[in-house]
């Protein structure tokens, strides 16, 4: 049994919520309708939370390995929080 999460069945789940600020049982809904596969609002959370969770860890991965600067361009403490 194959995945239903393509990369292109998450774009549009994304593209649903962030763009079109549609609920996520609203696009459960089209993507069941667009796939023929059932869609639960639960496994579209699921899915969206961790798609955000791996773009927070890239991101803090960036903003680490660059120094934090105040508006003078004075090194500040920051404290940096992994997961």
Not at 22 to 32: D, G, P, V, Y
Request: aromatic fraction near 4%.
């Amino acid at each position: 049994m194959t995945s239903i999460w393509t990369d292109a069945v998450l774009l549009r789940a994304l593209h649903l919520t962030e763009t079109k600020g549609l609920t996520r049982r609203q696009a459960a809904e089209i993507i069941l309708a667009e796939t023929s596969q059932r869609v639960t609002e639960n496994a579209l959370i699921g899915q969206l939370y961790r798609l955000n969770r791996e773009t927070d860890a890239s991101e803090t991965a960036t903003a680490a390995q660059r120094p934090n600067l105040d508006a003078l361009g004075r090194r500040t403490l920051t404290k940096t929080v992994s997961y």
